[in-house]
């Protein structure tokens, strides 16, 4: 048979099924939406069969009674007695009882969509790819991929499935006792039945049974494929030769027919295979939505197998609205040079100018950018233009952000959103992913409130201009959608869950493969993410998928293992020359096209002119935890600040300290002030403990006061002091002339001073006359010989091993001023690879060095395979024997969120300590889920904490039972603070902690 020519397609007793006198197509209803009975109901189509309120996963809306009787809606379509029987359905839920969406039609839907998104969504570069990974044509690819879309569902032509509808008489089948899945069925029945549509049944691993798998898979988990030896492999697997067998091969039959029978593929690589499941799903996601059943159901339901032509016609002239509704287009590339990018720009620095000049020529197809430069250094604006150059030549024009925080993606989003909009021409869709993303005010949708508009600036985030390209729909808003948005910024958690063995990675695996991946603060990784990292990087280079990595201080070998990483997934060879050392500061250029050259940039890169940064340590003699000399070191350090004025920045290791601190000082600055006749310096805290809409509060007041914005426009103040966590080290664009900080390893302590004079060069700031240079003082024990010289706080954040070789690594610089970008590499790389840096202690280094290897190891274990291994077994992929929420993109992320409630006299609970606003504990929502607000009012004052604290207190922290259906609020636990008639506040004491929620300082947890 020659390539590409479908062969005869088999039917029972030899049968054609499509008669051509009925089989007429004819033009699909297009009733306006109040004639449809869907006005209200579901507003401009957008609401989805499991998407409510904000992407909340609650039970779907009903179609009612009356838009069945309206709209001439059959209750009980049977088919006839023989032929496709109608009467098996595929949709019931959300459906008036009698009312079952068949399942021929939803198969048929669920082609037409994929058959759109290959078309109008799937990028070219991924077309490529998976082309390239069935080795066949892009065309071909897509008819494929239409044609098994439409086989998704059939393992529902079961007993065990028909008969979960109760309403839903079975006639005329026999029972049946296995209980198998849908999905399951469908990957063990077609790896039988599609042999005798063409498909190779032999060798190592032919395409029957990949196919089968990744069909088997649309629910997120594939399943192992079990080898049949019997010459009857159906009858050995549980599928005699009945009434179910003879309409699963009726609806195969059909849909192979109808959608022209594609000629099977030679192969199927596996990685490929993972991306056309991902398609499979989405599609079958979209058709499922109850505004697409209504209106299909609106046209008529098929009454003989000659009507399926015209449900497949109207189906595909349905779905490019429907890929619209739910914000799936295709990004546009954007072209231009760097100042076109950025016309803010006078003059691009050093790094800009040498991107700009090299990297186009270099960008043949898909690659690896890894950019080291110092903080401060416009590494975000050169990324976002060289995502332009790459994207255009891999033919992925997407973009995905990744940051280490969800604080540090809210920050990142107004800025990419912002160039966005000076870059693109069309209305495109951007998606703000993390657990908390909907709470961010700029993250705007059309059911938000917005300002009024004409008060606005077109830049302004809550303009009309700009929400037009920042809106997002509410498919996007849904669990696991978001990065099917054209562009999206995020936590790097978001793309890390691409690379676990969780369910629907291939979901996000899809969603990654038509952007450039843009990886920032990429130092931030631990052993256990790093491995993880590693991993994503491996797939990403098998789907030639542009990646940007960014960091300011990053280790050499770190940085070489990522490159590997990449490389080795695009297939590069072990003995390939080695790959060179990256220059501090640099770029490094590798091609994932064969033979993969790794390009570094060609000449030094001039960078800012900075002033030498005073890295001096303050040595304290610490006893146990007793913090009084610490607290007389700080403040002997800011006592010019508060005197002559300044702004100051002091970052305490854990919450505990810096409330502490913040409290201490707070007192101290005001008896300093009084004494010396002159105004307190205002006082700021953060850290993570402050319920999430006063630490969004807080962290956008110190950024307008504190940062670029405040001097030019009169709002710096006179004196401030921000004490802080490490919160504060990454993304945050604030300047202080003084910089105090607990000892931390040396790349953070870094980190840390680019908030030091970090606009300096801008020359926009007024520093106070004691502010010569930008100093950091880092708060040490005077003692390096033991781990007992360490406050216990900071050894449990930072392994001691790392504290110390910093602290010696700080004495033996003796106070020379660190030149950056200069000295940067060398220390960094000093802290790690001197082996004389720790000579009391050598059994903490090995302690340390035995501690990554098992964090690897368990980041290794919870990723998926590489794509060497995968590309034989989807069933690798996934794990069936954990949940969802066993996997972590974090070591240790044992983190429950709280929300502090207040409770009357009578038992009544309280969001505030005034009592004058309910905990909502009934939902308001017609169907009894929660609205927006009610969520909102919740979610906005939750807050992080460890979930040990909560271990043994499950009945004292346990939310109200309503709750437990919501898929925002079923993981929200309560502390609950009793109110006495005297209006004083007592918080709850769980085991051995007591907890307040204090105005001020945030949760205040005392033992």
Same mark, same amino acid.
């Given at each position: ?135 066949? !044509? ?25 008969? +979960? ?30 042999? %005798? ?98 209106? +299909? ?116 989003? !107004? ?15 951007? !998606? ?190 610490? !006893? ?54 002159? $105004?307190?310096? $205002? ?142 590499? %060398? ?16 059994? +903490? ?143 709850? +004491? ?18």
């Amino acid at each position: 048979m020659p390539r590409h020519q479908p062969p005869s397609c088999p039917l029972p007793g030899g049968c054609r099924l499509l008669a051509s006198s009925g089989s007429t197509v004819s033009s699909a209803s297009t009733q306006p939406a109040t004639a449809l009975g869907l006005q209200g109901r579901f507003p401009k189509f957008r609401k989805s069969v499991s998407v409510g309120v904000y992407g909340s996963w609650l039970r779907p809306p009903a179609l009612s009674r009356e838009f069945v009787v309206r709209n001439n809606v059959p209750v009980d379509a049977a088919g006839p007695p023989e032929g496709i029987d109608f009467s098996l359905w595929g949709k019931s839920e959300g459906l008036p009882p009698g009312v079952r969406y068949p399942l021929a039609c939803h198969l048929l839907d669920a082609a037409a969509a994929a058959e759109a998104l290959w078309r109008d969504h799937v990028s070219p570069g991924v077309h490529e790819t998976i082309a390239h990974g069935l080795d066949t !044509t892009v065309d071909h690819a897509g008819t494929l991929i239409r044609h098994w879309a439409g086989l998704h569902d059939i393992g529902k032509i079961t007993h065990g499935f028909q008969g +979960q509808d109760a309403t839903a008489p079975i006639r005329g089948y026999p029972a049946a006792e296995h209980r198998k899945a849908h999905d399951h069925v469908a990957a063990e029945w077609l790896q039988c039945a599609l042999p %005798e549509y063409g498909y190779p049944k032999d060798g190592r691993r032919p395409p029957t049974l990949m196919v089968a798998q990744l069909l088997g898979g649309h629910h997120g988990r594939f399943h192992q494929h079990v080898s049949v030896s019997s010459s009857a492999p159906l009858r050995a697997l549980g599928y005699p030769d009945d009434a179910w067998e003879t309409q699963r091969r009726l609806h195969l039959a059909a849909v192979t027919e109808l959608l022209g029978h594609p000629a099977a593929p030679d192969q199927i690589d596996g990685t490929a295979a993972a991306l056309v499941c991902g398609v499979v799903i989405q599609a079958d996601w979209l058709v499922s939505q109850l505004s697409f059943i209504g209106r +299909q159901l609106a046209g008529g339901l098929p009454a003989t197998p000659g009507d399926l032509p015209r449900h497949l016609h109207r189906a595909r002239e349905k779905v490019p609205a429907l890929l619209g509704e739910a914000g799936l287009g295709r990004p546009a590339p954007r072209t231009g040079s760097f100042t076109a990018a950025f016309p803010s720009i006078d003059t691009p620095n050093g790094l800009q100018r040498s991107l700009a000049e090299h990297l186009p020529r270099l960008c043949e197809g898909p690659g690896l950018l890894l950019v080291t430069a110092p903080m401060g250094e416009g590494k975000t604006e050169a990324a976002l233009y060289a995502a332009e150059v790459m994207g255009r030549a891999a033919g992925r024009c997407g973009l995905y952000v990744a940051l280490p925080t969800m604080a540090t993606a809210d920050q990142m989003f !107004t800025r990419v959103t912002t160039y966005l909009r000076r870059r693109n021409a069309t209305p495109s869709t951007t !998606t703000l992913l993390h657990g908390m993303a909907w709470l961010n005010p700029h993250y705007l949708s059309q059911q938000d409130t917005a300002p009024a508009e004409e008060q606005l600036p077109p830049d302004n985030p809550g303009s009309a201009e700009f929400r037009r390209l920042v809106e997002v729909s509410e498919w996007l808003r849904g669990r696991k959608r978001g990065l099917f948005a054209d562009y999206a910024v995020g936590t790097i958690d978001q793309a890390l869950m691409a690379a676990l063995r969780s369910r629907h990675n291939v979901v996000r695996m899809l969603g990654l493969a038509g952007k450039t991946v843009v990886i920032d603060e990429v130092h931030a990784a631990d052993s256990y993410m790093l491995a993880l990292v590693t991993r994503l990087l491996n797939w990403l280079g098998r789907l030639q998928v542009p990646v940007i990595l960014l960091s300011a201080t990053l280790h050499h070998r770190t940085a070489r293992t990522l490159i590997e990483a990449y490389l080795k997934g695009a297939g590069r060879r072990r003995n390939a020359a080695p790959i060179p050392t990256v220059a501090y500061p640099g770029w490094v250029y590798a091609s994932a096209q064969s033979p993969h050259p790794v390009t570094v940039n060609p000449e030094p890169l001039e960078t800012t002119q900075r002033k030498p940064l005073a890295l001096h340590p303050r040595e304290v003699s610490l !006893t146990g935890d007793d913090t009084t000399a610490l607290d007389r070191a700080i403040q002997e350090e800011l006592a010019k600040l508060v005197e002559q004025g300044g702004c100051a920045a002091v970052i305490r290791t854990t919450v505990a300290e810096a409330q502490h601190t913040f409290h201490r000082i707070a007192e101290w600055s005001a008896r300093h002030a009084r004494a010396t006749g002159t $105004e307190p310096p $205002e006082m700021y805290l953060l850290h993570a403990r402050f319920p999430a809409q006063q630490r969004e509060r807080v962290t956008e007041d110190i950024v307008h006061r504190l940062g670029a914005n405040g001097a030019p426009n009169g709002q710096r103040p006179r004196s401030a002091i921000l004490v802080a966590t490490a919160i504060i080290e990454q993304s945050i664009d604030i300047d202080v002339d003084l910089m105090v900080s607990d000892l931390a390893p040396i790349h953070l302590l870094l980190q840390r001073s680019g908030r030091c004079w970090r606009h300096e060069h801008r020359g926009i700031l007024a520093r106070p006359a004691w502010a010569t240079e930008p100093r950091l003082v880092v708060l040490a024990p005077h003692r390096t010989d033991a781990e007992d010289a360490l406050p216990r706080g900071w050894s449990h954040i930072h392994h001691p091993s790392l504290l110390l070789r910093t602290h010696n690594l700080l004495r033996r610089w003796a106070n020379q001023p660190v030149r950056v970008p200069e000295d940067v590499q %060398e220390l960094v790389d000093g802290m790690i690879d001197d082996t004389d840096l720790n000579p009391d202690n050598p059994h +903490q280094d090995l302690d340390r060095e035995a501690t990554d290897l098992a964090y690897r190891s368990l980041g290794e274990n919870a990723a998926i395979p590489p794509p060497g291994r995968a590309t034989r077994d989807l069933y690798r992929l996934t794990d069936h024997d954990i949940d969802e929420a066993q996997v972590a993109t974090r070591f240790g992320a044992d983190t429950t969120r709280v929300v502090c409630c207040y409770s009357d006299s009578h038992g009544h609970r309280w969001l505030d300590e005034a009592l004058s606003e309910e905990l909502p504990e009934t939902g308001e929502l017609a169907h009894g889920g929660f609205s927006t607000g009610q969520v909102r009012a919740v979610l906005s004052r939750s807050l992080p904490v460890p979930g040990r604290w909560l271990e043994d207190h499950a009945e004292q922290a346990a939310p109200p039972e309503t709750w437990l259906t919501s898929p925002h609020l079923c993981q929200i636990r309560l502390l609950v603070h009793r109110v006495g008639p005297d209006g004083s506040v007592h918080g709850p +004491q769980l085991g051995g902690r007591r907890m307040y929620l204090d105005p001020r300082l945030g949760l205040v947890v005392e033992p």
